[in-house]
């Protein structure tokens, strides 16, 4: 598949090498979204191409942060991006999907029926309604703005935690209303470096120690 041979060489290229049962889950996965979850409104791309471009690799580009001893807690999974993609490369840690969507929910589940996903978690929910659990990466994709998502999601970051918001052009307007939820909730910015597509930013947020 000419799509998937490409991602294989770009996965390569931000130094994310996939081996043939990874690269065949997402390639099942990319064809989920294609059959069902465009049709559910989980979804407004247009084409597999576009998938991989715009959501496979995007997540992708996330692999180095994962903890491989710790939690994952993907907020506003939508369908399923970051969260699944990224748990078919680290099938060891824990991962918690969470959407205010009972649809993507759904969909979810059949996802990780269909590619033997085990430990993982997936639960129709607001991250304001999570109990105060700590994880070790909270991964914020296409959320809320980036005040309100912190000041959510702050509580549910490990002491030596981090969080990283995957933002577009809104980051330059946000970054400014931001400040005041970092200084009350002790957090602080520790870099910001440009994602792959457009004006994307990935911002990591940590505790202040």
Do not use: C
Not at 103 to 116: G, I, N, R, T
Not at 191 to 202: D, P, S
């Amino acid at each position: 598949m000419k799509n998937l041979e490409q991602l294989l060489k770009q996965a390569e290229n931000i130094g994310v090498k996939l081996n043939p049962n990874e690269a065949e889950k997402l390639s099942v996965f990319v064809r989920m979204i294609l059959d069902k979850g465009i049709k559910m409104g989980l979804s407004g791309r247009e084409s597999e191409e576009e998938i991989y471009e715009k959501d496979i690799l995007d997540s992708l580009l996330l692999a180095p942060f994962v903890p491989l001893k710790g939690r994952v807690l993907d907020v506003g999974t939508g369908v399923g991006v970051p969260g699944i993609p990224l748990k078919i490369l680290f099938p060891e840690v824990p991962f918690y999907l969470i959407d205010a969507k009972r649809k993507a929910v759904l969909f979810l589940e059949e996802v990780a029926e269909k590619l033997s996903l085990t430990n993982i978690r997936i639960k129709h929910t607001r991250v304001e309604d999570l109990p105060h659990e700590p994880h070790d990466l909270i991964l914020g994709r296409a959320v809320s703005p980036a005040p309100h998502f912190l000041e959510a999601a702050s509580p549910l970051m490990a002491q030596d935690g981090q969080i990283i918001l995957q933002k577009g052009r809104k980051w330059a307007t946000e970054e400014q209303e931001t400040l005041p939820v970092l200084a009350r909730s002790k957090l602080k910015i520790s870099r910001v470096i440009n994602g792959l597509i457009g004006e994307q930013k990935l911002v990591f947020v940590e505790r202040v120690r």
